[in-house]
C-alpha cells in the first residue's frame, strides 16, 4: 500500500503539474483540496483522467470525487478497493 | 506619478528596487526556492504556471518592502504585458492531448497570459481594473500612457509588469506606481527595466 | 476628480460606427442583422469535432476553406475594412488598430500565435502606427472599446479601430470539453435547461472616433466602460456577482447614467450553469431585473476573443432598426433571480445599453453607449 502512495503521488505531482513538489512534500493524510494543497474542482478532473489512464477506474460523475480525493490515503483506499 | 517599488526577476538576478536579492536564479527550482525563502503560506502557488508563479513572487517581494494598506481594494489597476502569450502552456496543453492521452484542464485554464492578473487578484483580493497586452518588447512610453489613462479615470495606484516565459526566457519585472506628486521618466522607468 | 496628469483631457464626444462583421451568420452587419431577426442561428452539429469524436454544436465560419482559417479571416475582415473605409483612414497617423484575440494563430505553435496578426494587418492596412494587441480571455473585445476610448479622451489619436477576432480549433474545443463546459446542444443562455457552452468563431470590427461620422452614417456615442476582477476563481464566476457589480457601478457613473434608464442589456450568457446565475445575481443587485436582456451567444456560439466586439455590433444594429432581438435557446426562467429575458423580436427604442462580459482570470467589464437623439 505504500508503494502505491509513493506512486500516487508522483503522478498526482505529474498529472497536475505540480512541477515543484516533490513527493515527500505530500502527507498521505493532508488534505488535497480547499485550505491542504489548494486544489479545487478543476484539478478534480485531473484526478478522473489519473485514475482512467492509471488504474483503469472510471468516474462518469465529477461530483463523486470530492469524497474519493480527500486525500493520499483515501485515494489510495479507493484504488485498492476499485481495482 | 510616483514610483512606490519594483522587483526584477531575470537570468540578472532577482532585484527589489534596485538592489540584488541574496537568493540565486540559477537551479530550476529557482521559482520553490524564493517562495520558501520568502515564507509565503500559499499552497495554491504550486498549481500556477510559470507566469502566474513568476508575477506571485515578484509582488511578494514588492510587498516586503511597500504596503499599500491605505488603499481602497478597487483602487489599484493591474496594466499587464509581454511578448509570448502564454507560450510554455500553451504548448504544454497541447502536448497533454497530442502526446499524452488527453487534454489536462488544469493547463487548459492557464493558456491565457491574464491568468496572472487573477491570481494576484485572488491572492491579494484586489477588485480593480485589469488589461493584458501582447507587445513586441517592454515599451516604458507605453506604460506610462496606461498609467495615466488610468489615473485619469479615477485609479489611486497602478501595479504594472512584463512577464514572459517562453523559450527558456523567464523574466517578470514588476512596478508599483501611486497617483501622487513625483516624475516617472520614460528613461528612469527603462533603467529600472534594465537592471 | 484627477490629479493633474500632463496629459490632455479635453471632453470630446466619442462616435462608434460599423467597420466589419464576419460571423456565421453573414459577412456584413446588415446581412447578420437579416439573419438575426430571422431567428437564424450559426451554432450546428459540427462532426467528429470532440476529442474522442463527439458532435459538438459549435458557431462556424463554413466559407472560411484554407488551411489556416484564422489568417484567412483576419485578412478577409482587413480587407472588407479597406474596402468600405478607404486605405487612407488606417494609414492616417492619427488612427490606431487594436486587435482583440484570445488564441489568435493557435495552431502556428511553435511559431509565436501572435506573429501572423501583426504581419497581415501590416500587409493588407500598412498602418502608419503599430497596433496594439489586447488578449485578456472573453473580455478583449469590451476592454479594446475602453481603451479606444481612452487614447481618443487623451487627444493621442482620433481614430481607433478595434478588431475583435478568434477561430475555431481543437486548442479551444478540447479546451472547453476537458472543463465538462460544452453544451451537447445549442447553448441555451438563462434557460432552466442549459447544459453549457456553444463555442463558435468570427470577427468583427468597430470604428471608434472623435471625428464626427458622416450624416448618412449610423452611430452610438460612448458613454463610458470600465473593468473589475472577482478576486476569487480563475475559471469560475464569483458566486456574489462581486466583479461584475463593481464593474457596472463604475461604469455608470462614468457614463454619468442612472441604471435604471437603461433600455436594453447586452449580457455575457454563455449557457453555463455557474456564469448565467452570477449575472444574473450581479443583475439582481443593482436592481435591473426588469430590464429588457439577452445573450447574443445564441446566434453566433461564444465567440471569445471577438464576442465583445461582434455583440457591441449587433446591440449597435438592433438600436439603429429599433428592435430588441429575442435571446436564442431561452424558454423558461432558470436562475435563481429573476431577469427580462428578451423571448420574441420586440419592437423598441432603444436609446441607452449596458454590455458586460465575463471571462477567465476573474475578468469582468461593461460600457454605456447611447443612440443619438
Given amino acids: 500500500m505504500s508503494d502505491l502512495k509513493e506512486t500516487l503521488k508522483e503522478q498526482i505531482i505529474e498529472q497536475l503539474n505540480l512541477e515543484d513538489l516533490t513527493p515527500s512534500d505530500i502527507k498521505n493524510d493532508a488534505p488535497l483540496f480547499g485550505d491542504g494543497l489548494g486544489l479545487d474542482s478543476i484539478d478534480a478532473l485531473e484526478f478522473i483522467v489519473l485514475l482512467e489512464q492509471n488504474y483503469d477506474i472510471k468516474i462518469s460523475d465529477p461530483s463523486e470525487g470530492k469524497e474519493i480525493f480527500q486525500s493520499v490515503d483515501s485515494l489510495a483506499a479507493y484504488i485498492e478497493k476499485n481495482k | 506619478m510616483k514610483i512606490l517599488a519594483c522587483s526584477k526577476i531575470s537570468d540578472q538576478g532577482i532585484f527589489l528596487n534596485g538592489i540584488q536579492q541574496s537568493i540565486e536564479k540559477t537551479t530550476n527550482n529557482w521559482k520553490k526556492e524564493l517562495y520558501i525563502k520568502l515564507g509565503v503560506e500559499y499552497p495554491k502557488f504550486y498549481k500556477m504556471d510559470a507566469l502566474a508563479k513568476m508575477a506571485f513572487l515578484g509582488f511578494e517581494l514588492i510587498s516586503n518592502s511597500t504596503s499599500i494598506d491605505h488603499l481602497a481594494d478597487d483602487e489599484l489597476s493591474l496594466l499587464f504585458a509581454n511578448k509570448h502569450s502564454s507560450y510554455d502552456t500553451d504548448q504544454k496543453y497541447v502536448n497533454s492531448y497530442m502526446e499524452k492521452g488527453s487534454p489536462g484542464p488544469s493547463l487548459f485554464v492557464y493558456t491565457l497570459p491574464n491568468i496572472l492578473t487573477g491570481e494576484l487578484s485572488i491572492r491579494n483580493k484586489w477588485y480593480g481594473e485589469n488589461i493584458f497586452f501582447i507587445q513586441e518588447k517592454f515599451d516604458p512610453e507605453f506604460f506610462i500612457d496606461q498609467i495615466n489613462f488610468y489615473f485619469s479615470k479615477g485609479s489611486n495606484a497602478c501595479l504594472c509588469g512584463w512577464v514572459?516565459?517562453?523559450?527558456?526566457?523567464?523574466?517578470?519585472?514588476?512596478?508599483?506606481?501611486?497617483?501622487?506628486?513625483?516624475?516617472?521618466?520614460?528613461?528612469?522607468?527603462?533603467n529600472y527595466y534594465k537592471q | 476628480m484627477g490629479i493633474e496628469t500632463g496629459m490632455e483631457r479635453t471632453v470630446r464626444t466619442i462616435y462608434m460606427t460599423y467597420g466589419a462583421m464576419v460571423t456565421p451568420l453573414g459577412n456584413t452587419p446588415e446581412d447578420n442583422f437579416q439573419s438575426m431577426s430571422l431567428g437564424n442561428s450559426g451554432v450546428q452539429k459540427q462532426s467528429a469535432s470532440g476529442f474522442n469524436g463527439e458532435d459538438w454544436p459549435l458557431g462556424k465560419i463554413e466559407s472560411l476553406h484554407s488551411?489556416?482559417?484564422?489568417?484567412?479571416?483576419?485578412?478577409?475582415?482587413?480587407?472588407?475594412?479597406?474596402?468600405?473605409?478607404?486605405?487612407?483612414?488606417?494609414?492616417?497617423?492619427?488612427?490606431?488598430?487594436?486587435?482583440?484575440?484570445?488564441?489568435?494563430?493557435?495552431?502556428?505553435?511553435?511559431?509565436?500565435?501572435?506573429?501572423?496578426?501583426?504581419?497581415?494587418i501590416q500587409e493588407v492596412l500598412s498602418p502608419k502606427n503599430a497596433p496594439l494587441i489586447i488578449s485578456n480571455a472573453c473580455i478583449s473585445g469590451v476592454l479594446a472599446i475602453n481603451t479606444a476610448a481612452d487614447y481618443i479622451k487623451a487627444g493621442k489619436f482620433d481614430t481607433v479601430v478595434s478588431i475583435g477576432i478568434d477561430v475555431l480549433t481543437d486548442f479551444i474545443v478540447f479546451g472547453f470539453q476537458s472543463l465538462f463546459a460544452l453544451s451537447d446542444q445549442p447553448s441555451k443562455p438563462f434557460d432552466k435547461n442549459r447544459t453549457g457552452i456553444s463555442i463558435g468563431e468570427a470577427a468583427g470590427a468597430i470604428i471608434v472616433s472623435s471625428v464626427p461620422p458622416d450624416s448618412d452614417k449610423f452611430y452610438v456615442e460612448y458613454l463610458g466602460g470600465s473593468s473589475s476582477n472577482d478576486a476569487n476563481h480563475i475559471s469560475g464566476p464569483s458566486r456574489t456577482g462581486e466583479g461584475l457589480f463593481r464593474s457596472i457601478n463604475r461604469t455608470a457613473k462614468r457614463a454619468n447614467i442612472n441604471l435604471k434608464d437603461l433600455n436594453f442589456i447586452s449580457a455575457h450568457g454563455t449557457g453555463t450553469l455557474y456564469n448565467d446565475e452570477m449575472e444574473s445575481i450581479a443583475f439582481d443587485r443593482l436592481g435591473l431585473n426588469n430590464i429588457p436582456l439577452n445573450s447574443l451567444k445564441g446566434y453566433f456560439g461564444h465567440t471569445l476573443g471577438a464576442a465583445g466586439i461582434i455583440e457591441i455590433l449587433s446591440t449597435m444594429l438592433m438600436m439603429e432598426n429599433n428592435i430588441l432581438l429575442k435571446s436564442p435557446g431561452y424558454d423558461e426562467q432558470g436562475t435563481s433571480c429573476k431577469l427580462n429575458v428578451?423571448?420574441?423580436?420586440?419592437?423598441?427604442?432603444?436609446?441607452?445599453?449596458?454590455?458586460?462580459?465575463?471571462?477567465?482570470?476573474?475578468?469582468?467589464?461593461?460600457?454605456?453607449?447611447?443612440?443619438?437623439?
Wanted: some cysteine; proline content about 1%; glycine content about 6%.
Fill in chain 2, 164 to 190: 514572459d516565459s517562453a523559450k527558456g526566457i523567464e523574466e517578470c519585472f514588476l512596478f508599483l506606481v501611486e497617483n501622487k506628486a513625483g516624475e516617472l521618466s520614460i528613461e528612469e522607468l527603462n
Fill in chain 3, 67 to 120: 488551411d489556416n482559417r484564422y489568417t484567412e479571416l483576419l485578412r478577409n475582415t482587413c480587407n472588407a475594412l479597406k474596402a468600405k473605409h478607404g486605405q487612407q483612414l488606417f494609414q492616417s497617423e492619427k488612427t490606431l488598430i487594436i486587435i482583440s484575440s484570445t488564441k489568435a494563430d493557435i495552431e502556428s505553435l511553435p511559431e509565436d500565435t501572435f506573429t501572423s496578426t501583426r504581419k497581415i
Fill in chain 3, 342 to 373: 428578451v423571448r420574441e423580436n420586440t419592437k423598441s427604442d432603444v436609446q441607452l445599453a449596458l454590455k458586460t462580459a465575463s471571462g477567465f482570470g476573474g475578468g469582468n467589464a461593461s460600457i454605456i453607449i447611447k443612440k443619438k437623439v
